[in-house]
Antibody, heavy 118, light 106 residues
């Protein structure tokens, strides 16, 4: 069974770059889309994007200009970068393993809180 | 954009049945998933591909999907079912989540 753990700075200032890493244990890199999702305080879930082990990525059109997701199979990690953050990017950020073909979030990390101050 | 509409809240008495809807035009043509999220915790998959349960999810939690409405049904509701519930679909190029429903067991 896949297990996921997010890590990265919890506090940023406006205009900085958010960088998070998700460490993967168990499972196969080829059987999932490696995914980032966020949840703003008191709000719903927002898909940020995903990467497949081939390197193919898809991003939420509303964030695409600021987001990059990358994969390091040797370290069994995948990463998220969001540039030019604002307080609107304050959220709990989750990494998730999405099943290939059927596209459901089979496993979630516990989440990490990122706060952006102005 | 593709939007999934859920009721803001649903209340249910212990032992009774709660139904949570997820509405969008022709959602029946999509695979719908449901996630349960308790306060301070990550979401957990409770239904996938409309009606399938992951291991460990009790049979009293079920799902259906037809026409313009997908439904999550919680039978014999328990205090432990109190949570937010989100539906989700893959819309060819993006994941879309429902607006979320808070279930209260009175």
């Amino acid at each position: 069974q896949v297990q996921l753990q997010e890590s990265g700075p919890g506090l940023l200032k406006s205009s900085e770059t958010l960088s998070l890493t998700c460490s993967v244990s168990g499972g196969s890199f080829s059987s999932h889309y490696w995914t980032w999702i966020r949840q703003s305080p008191g709000k719903g879930l927002e898909w940020i994007g995903h990467i497949y082990y081939s390197g193919t990525t898809d991003y939420n059109p509303s964030l695409q200009s600021r987001v990059t997701i990358s994969l390091d199979t040797s370290k069994k990690q995948f990463s998220l970068k969001v540039t030019s953050v604002t307080p609107a990017d304050t959220a709990v950020y989750y990494c998730a393993a999405v099943t290939y073909y059927y596209y459901y979030m089979e496993v979630w990390g516990k989440g990490t809180t990122v706060t952006v101050s102005s | 954009s593709y939007e999934l509409t859920q009721p803001l809240s649903v209340s249910v008495a212990p032992g009774q049945t709660a139904r949570i809807t997820c509405e969008r035009n022709n959602i029946g043509s999509k695979n719908v998933q449901w996630y349960q999220q308790k306060p301070g915790q990550a979401p957990v998959l409770v239904i996938y591909r409309d009606s399938r349960r992951p291991s460990g999810i009790p049979e009293r939690i079920s799902g259906s999907n037809s026409g313009n409405t997908a439904t999550l049904t919680i039978s014999r509701a328990q205090a432990g079912d109190e949570a937010d519930y989100f539906c989700q679909v893959w819309d060819s190029t993006s994941h879309v989540f429902g607006t979320g429903t808070k279930v209260t067991v009175l």
